[in-house]
């Protein structure tokens, strides 16, 4: 038996399980969100506020995308897991073929649709000149490299789940390094905008993707596959869409919300509103990957303990997810509210009015940002124990729960009303997931689990 293996059957080793996992997972998202934050830092330098909005506003199209990327390694990854828990390996191999199919096929249907609906998403969200030109520019290069994006967010997940998350983290660390000196030469020096900063990006992911690709297919990899023997399973495939919606729903939630965003700050403010409010979201993403990260490094073990039935680790694991997830939320905002000056001003190159409204939003935004990490760890527990359906009723719920919060505030309070939007609507979810999880955390040592559906 491999060691993975020895140490997840080790009934002394949860800790050690979940952080052999978490860190890995933690570090792969911080560095894959330090990309994206070095891309706003060298447009809001080079470009300014204009170039800020026009990539905000693209960022919902671009989410959506890595979104199915998302779909594609949280479900194949939680059902490898699975069948690696009941010690049925070719049932394994055939979800991560199945997989490879899927962000095949995904990607391509990415690329029509953008192809043809591209300018008017940004237009329904307000986009107008300067603002939609740049937003096209850099939509129109992630048109063609729309498979790159998919397995770039797919694949890491997959080798993780294949007992190497090392590997994974070391290949996302080597994309983003190739993203950051192209930033640099594209942006800075070709003087390229948002297009150069989108070809940074599709570069870097097509050489995640090609190395990604080679692992599975070479003597590392435990779930070795073979060009001879096509395994494609549209069973599994459907499984695995099934599983994965949920994290789709997440990322298609975020780029809703975005949207919408945008559209209402283009109503009740401008551009240099829709800049702020893109610098508020750098900032939040670093949390929010951490938190992705802790959700990410304990599906795993969670999925592992799930299909070996080994009740009691599943809920000590995840309340360990629960607690750092939480309590690093809480220091994130306190240390956002500290020093906001200093923050912003990695994104602003002295333009006053940007400063002052991206201070207001963080400080009113952002204030319950930790409740937004437990409802994402929650959908992904609910994912990792097989419970699709649930994962998905938060995901959703998250996403319908803001729209009456949108709605009517900014009516009723103008701009400000943007910004409460979100951290109200967080803590009413949370009134209702809260105790959602908690009782099924409980449930899994105080009944025996059923039986997993897994042919």
């Known amino acids: 038996m491999p060691d993975t293996l020895k140490e997840l059957n080790d009934s002394n080793s949860i800790s050690r399980t979940f952080w052999r996992y978490a860190i890995p997972s933690v570090a792969a998202m911080l560095v894959n969100g330090l990309y994206q934050v070095i891309d706003g830092i060298f447009v809001g330098h080079y470009i300014g506020f204009e170039g800020l909005a026009g990539i905000n506003m693209a960022w919902p199209v671009i989410g959506i995308i890595s979104g199915l990327g998302l779909l594609v390694g949280m479900g194949s990854g939680s059902l490898i897991s699975i069948y690696r828990g009941e010690g049925n390996n070719h049932k394994a191999q055939q979800t991560l073929s199945s997989g490879l199919g899927i962000i095949v096929l995904a990607g391509l249907l990415v690329m029509v649709f953008l192809a043809m609906l591209a300018p008017t998403l940004l ?190 680790k599943i809920r000590a694991t995840v309340l360990l997810a629960i607690k750092v997830v939480v309590i690093s939320g809480i220091a994130a905002v306190i240390f956002l509210n500290l020093y906001p000056e200093s923050l912003i001003s990695m994104f602003s190159n002295d333009d006053p009015q940007l400063a002052a409204e991206t201070e207001n939003g963080l400080r009113l935004h952002l204030f319950s940002m930790f409740l937004d990490g437990f409802i994402a760890l929650s959908s992904v527990y609910f994912m990792a124990v097989n419970q699709g359906g649930k994962a998905l009723a938060i995901s959703a719920g998250n996403m319908l729960v803001q729209l009456p919060f949108l709605y009517l505030l900014p009516q009723w309070i103008g701009v400000d009303g943007i910004w409460l939007s979100v951290p109200l609507s967080n803590i009413l979810l949370f009134l209702f997931v809260a105790p959602m999880v908690w009782s099924d955390i409980q449930s899994q040592t105080a009944k025996p689990m059923a039986l997993v559906k897994s042919h």
């Open 123 to 312: 237009i329904a969200q307000g986009a107008i000149g300067t603002t939609l030109e740049m937003g096209s520019a850099y939509i129109g290069v992630f048109t063609w490299g729309a498979v790159f994006t998919i397995a770039a967010g797919a694949l890491p997940m997959l080798i993780r789940n294949d007992n190497s998350p090392n590997y994974s983290t070391a290949l996302l660390m080597l994309g983003a390094i190739i993203n950051i000196v192209l930033d640099y030469l594209f942006i800075a020096h070709m003087d390229m905008g948002l297009k150069g900063a989108a070809i940074a990006t599709v570069i870097s992911q097509s050489v995640i993707t090609v190395i990604a690709v080679g692992y599975f297919f070479s003597a590392r990899s435990e779930l070795r596959l073979s060009l001879g023997k096509p395994t494609f399973s549209p069973a599994l495939a459907a499984r695995t869409i099934g599983l994965g919606t949920s994290s789709f729903f997440m990322y298609s939630y975020f780029s809703f919300i975005i949207a919408l965003h945008n559209k209402l700050f283009m109503t009740y403010g401008s551009p240099v509103h829709v800049g702020a409010f893109a610098i508020v979201g750098y900032l939040m993403t670093m949390y929010y990957l951490l938190s992705e990260g802790i959700a990410s490094g304990m599906q795993p073990p969670v999925s592992y303990y799930f299909g070996a039935r080994q009740r009691d």
